[in-house]
């Protein structure tokens, strides 16, 4: 029987609540849910693909346990699985210490897995080893509204958005990132047209589209910029002193710091104009109500803490913070990241927003524990802490829900590290991501609609996740893996006391978290999983006494300071550690795309997730390419002082000279090579140790790799792809991906030097299904160039080029097309593989709801229709949304013919 199940969407940190459409056992579809106040309804196009996403092939299943290095894992019983964990990990704390063992988790765990892991290291284990890809993420912010303000917590609501009269965006691209937020925004702006929007980040992304001003500044020059502002802000009188002298320390010394950045200089550092520095002050000075967002242009960077204080110095000294439509309003970005920061899963933090370098905060949570004490050796932070795997102090490491043989930055070290660590387990919704290859136990995790627990959204309101259909195979809640873990590991490190972890269910874990907060600027201790089901999710704090949540923060001037009073903090502008130099001239930049989600593993199942952006792509600016005489869809090798990676190029209109961008999707499993972050670098923040990730030092130049490789096969995308993609390893390039809608194709591009020999080559045609039926074939051994394609009932089932590969879109068209007509057949039996005339569409599609190219976009703007005309007549821009912007730009660029 058809139910819903209302839930929240797993992927970013605007918490959208969608409803589940399923029978119990099979999810059928998922749409917003009109009652959840952070979407009312809404959803973007990975929300509403939800249900397309997860193929079971891809998913882990079983517990899979490897007995040594070289051998292969084997299926096992849960049982057995924890029971030699907790051995390893028993056995390595009595000889190592408890320090020789450590956790890295994320931020997309839900507040209940959290709570427990954090109650298995600190308590049970006895370390502080426990950190998250939160580090990579959200760590700046952390450490920015701390020490300005006090405490880790946003202050202001999604409604500010509609509230205020001046928006700053701040190295985030809300359009890709936080599309439902954007879609609020675009809806305000629409309504009141003077509210100003300015964007500062480097490239100019979709989210410029609403701006009435884009600061296109250098890479890492966000400080100089905030301290130019104020400079002017000071000089203009634009400063609430009210405001200042009553809530605030400090503003004395940051006048005398900000005094050099005057306008001219800060001009030249950024690289934009005097005129458009001005404007951006003045729009903040005179605004009424003046908001902030930001996002991970600003965290990840060697001196996102000082951007992230910078940038509340505005607010601080504008007095625009706990008044509607204004404040400094992080975003975040994964779905749980904040709940994470709750309950202390930062090496350095406890929790209920505690430190664990505070020991007066360690004694309070070791009595709620009844533990004799918490561990007082610091905890090591992500970068850190692989250093330590690697260094071989950390013994056993286990990783749950977080890819960093994919995420963490230079990724050679990653692997080498993880490859040579004694004991790794990965606890795993899907066995086909980077770091399972290197899990000695392999723990399968239930996942998105198969879990039941709490989230906390960027705008602190706690949702209930709600599960609608059981976990595949034998596939379990985070929680409940680790708790069961965690109860054998006492048995041998704790015998004969009362268990820490008699925990029957995830509102459990959550009861005994709550009180935890009470008291504390987060108190949460007036919510439980029930009431969020009678109020709906809330905002906190929520106290006991309460009967709704809170909007808004220090709306009555006062800070969780010691003094009571805000931070105003003085620091001077430290460039990006990687600066451009003759060896190395590009910057690169790296960050997401509209509709995929960091290292694909879910919406790498959905071939209609590819449809935006079919592969990894460098994009440069045209100048830059010119320069190198490279021309659009060229293969390059990318280099920077970590390593290099192949890919092909293409022009960017939106990138500035001396900058290039890559999505930070592709990792190992989609593109030959460790991905993205082959490149980047691991140097961190000072204090938040976030790395930065957004500015490597590279250099650019073609390669020629004359034998070329292109195929296409649909059904059992998953599989074939497991057995395909180890058969590509000989070449110096190979790139997979999905297509099609109703019937998901895998396709392959592939290059090398020479032709593979004969029997990896006929290796790959039968992984294809090309070695046999009813399949059409031409072989010119002389120029080592073949083709290949299956026909059955009419259609092109599968089918592939070798040597040369001219004729891959058309015959890729072909196949979305449904056709196998005469012109095929007459190609198929010519010697060359050109394909015959005509022009060949790119396949790009704008808008997934709806299934609308982008040439039919273009088609349509040619014939002079309007966005509302596109609507009407295409379809496009009328479900998710998420296509609008780039809609617009194209009719800006392709003005409608009179
Ligand atoms: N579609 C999609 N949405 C996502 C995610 C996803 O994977 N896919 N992931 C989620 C997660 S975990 C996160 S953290 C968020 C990230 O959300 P965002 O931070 O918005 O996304 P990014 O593309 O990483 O980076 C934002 C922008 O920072 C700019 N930038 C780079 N360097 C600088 C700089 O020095 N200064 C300034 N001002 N800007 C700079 C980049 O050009 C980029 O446009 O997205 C969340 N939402
Ligand atoms: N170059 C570059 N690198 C970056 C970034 C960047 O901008 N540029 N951004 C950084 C940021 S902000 C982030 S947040 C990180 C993200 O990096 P990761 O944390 O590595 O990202 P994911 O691929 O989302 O990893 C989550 C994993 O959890 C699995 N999973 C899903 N649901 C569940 C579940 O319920 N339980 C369990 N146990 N597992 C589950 C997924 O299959 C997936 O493999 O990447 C960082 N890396
Ligand atoms: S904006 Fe999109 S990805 Fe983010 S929570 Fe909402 S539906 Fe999910
Ligand atoms: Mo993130």
């Known amino acids: ?372 004490a918490l561990p007082d050796t610091p905890g090591l932070s992500a970068i850190e802490l692989f250093e330590a795997v690697r260094g071989g102090k950390v013994k056993a490491l286990w990783i749950a829900c977080t890819n960093p043989a994919q995420s963490m930055p230079d990724q050679h070290s990653i692997h080498e590290t993880l490859a040579t660590c004694p004991f790794v387990v990965v606890q795993e919704a899907f066995a086909t991501t980077e770091t399972c290859r290197y899990a000695d136990l392999l723990l399968p995790a239930a996942s998105w609609g198969e879990k039941e627990g709490t989230v906390t959204n960027s705008e602190r309101r706690v949702s209930h996740v709600r599960r609608a259909i059981p976990a595949p195979g034998e596939a379990r809640a985070d929680w409940s893996i680790t708790c069961d873990f965690a109860r054998r590991l006492e048995k041998l490190i704790r015998p004969g006391q009362p268990s820490l972890f008699a925990f029957e269910d995830a509102a459990a874990l959550f009861d005994e978290y709550k009180l935890l907060t009470q008291g504390r600027d987060l108190d949460l201790s007036g919510l439980s999983h029930a009431l969020i089901d009678r109020l709906g999710p809330q905002q906190w704090p929520f106290p006991a006494d309460r009967e709704q949540g809170t909007p808004r923060l220090y709306v009555d001037g006062k800070f969780p300071t010691e003094t009571g009073r805000a931070r105003f903090l003085a620091e001077h502008y430290q460039a990006p550690k990687e600066q451009r130099e003759a060896r190395f001239p590009l910057t690169l930049n790296t960050g997401r795309l509209r509709d995929h989600w960091h290292g694909m593993s879910r919406t790498g199942t959905a071939a209609r997730l590819f449809g935006h952006v079919e592969e990894a792509l460098l994009s440069m600016n045209a100048d830059d390419m010119r320069r190198r005489r490279l021309l659009d869809g060229q293969l390059v090798r990318v280099r920077s002082r970590r390593g290099e990676l192949l890919l092909p190029v293409q022009k960017d209109d939106s990138l500035a000279p001396g900058q290039a961008f890559m999505p930070m999707h592709w990792g190992n499993r989609f593109l030959k090579g460790l991905g993205v972050n082959r490149l980047t670098l691991p140097s961190v923040d000072p204090l938040s140790k976030q790395p930065e990730l957004k500015h490597a030092g590279i250099d650019v130049e073609k390669v020629e790799l004359p034998w070329q490789f292109f195929a296409l096969v649909e059904g059992a995308v998953q599989k074939r792809f497991e057995s395909l993609r180890p058969l590509f390893e000989g070449f110096a390039y190979a790139s997979f991906s999905l297509t099609g809608r109703d019937r998901p194709a895998l396709v392959i591009r592939a290059a090398c030097n020479e032709a593979p020999d004969a029997t990896q080559l006929a290796q790959i045609e039968q992984c294809l299904g090309l070695d046999e039926g009813p399949v059409v074939a031409y072989d010119d051994p002389r120029r080592a160039v073949g083709k290949r394609v299956r026909i059955e009932e009419g259609r092109i089932v599968a089918l592939s080029l070798s040597g040369e590969t001219a004729a891959r879109d058309w015959l890729k068209q072909l196949w979305h097309d449904g056709t196998a007509d005469q012109a095929l057949r007459r190609w198929l039996l010519a010697p060359l593989s050109t394909p015959p005339g005509g022009a060949v569409r790119t396949g790009k599609t704008l808008c997934n709801c709806m299934n609308v190219s982008q040439e039919a976009v273009c088609a349509g703007i040619e014939r002079g229709l309007d966005l509302n005309g596109l609507k009407r007549e295409l379809g496009c821009g009328t479900s998710c949304g998420s296509c609008v912007p780039e809609i617009k730009r194209l009719l800006t660029k392709q003005p409608a013919v009179a």
């Open 1 to 372: 029987m058809r139910q819903t199940t209302a839930s929240t969407c797993c992927y970013c940190g605007v918490g959208c609540g969608v409803l589940i459409e399923h029978d119990g056992a099979h999810i059928f579809d998922v749409a917003g849910d009109p009652n959840h106040p952070a979407n009312f309804g809404k959803l973007c196009s990975k929300g509403s693909t939800l249900h397309l996403t997860g193929d079971l092939d891809a998913r882990a299943l079983y517990p899979e346990l490897r007995l040594g290095k070289g051998l292969a894992r084997a299926r096992t019983g849960w049982d057995s699985a924890l029971d030699h964990a907790a051995k390893v990990f028993a056995d390595t704390i009595a000889e190592h210490g408890p320090d020789s063992v450590a956790f890295y988790i994320s931020g997309q765990l839900l507040t209940e897995d959290y709570y427990a892991f954090n109650k298995l290291a600190r308590a049970l284990v006895g370390t502080n080893n426990i950190d998250s890809n939160s580090r990579l993420c959200m760590s700046s912010a952390v450490v920015g509204y701390k020490r300005s303000l006090g405490a880790d917590a946003p202050p202001c609501s999604y409604e500010d958005i509609e509230l205020s009269d001046c928006l700053l965006i701040v190295g985030s691209n809300m359009a890709y990132a936080h599309p439902v937020l954007f879609r609020r925004l675009e809806e305000a702006k629409a309504k009141r047209p003077e509210m100003k929007v300015i964007v500062v980040d480097p490239r100019r992304t979709d989210t410029c589209d609403l701006a009435d001003l884009h600061l296109p500044i250098l890479p890492g020059t966000d400080v100089v910029l905030f301290h130019g502002i104020l400079h002017i802000l000071l000089w203009e009188g634009w400063i609430d002193r009210d405001f200042v002298e009553a809530h605030t320390d400090g503003f004395d010394e940051l006048k005398r710091t900000v005094r050099d950045y005057n306008p001219a200089m800060v001009a030249e550092l950024c690289g934009i104009g005097i005129e458009q520095l001005q404007r951006c002050a003045r729009m903040i000075g005179t605004a009424q109500g003046f908001l902030s967002l930001w996002c991970m242009g600003v965290n990840q960077s060697t001196a996102g803490s000082a951007k992230n204080s910078a940038l509340i110095n505005l607010h601080l000294a504008t007095g625009h913070i706990g008044k509607p439509g204004a404040g400094p309003f992080s975003l975040t970005g994964q779905p749980n990241a904040m709940g994470g920061r709750e309950t202390g899963s930062l090496s350095n933090l406890l929790p209920g927003h505690r430190e664990a370098g505070n020991a007066a905060h360690r004694g309070e949570v070791a009595a709620y524990w009844g533990v004799p």
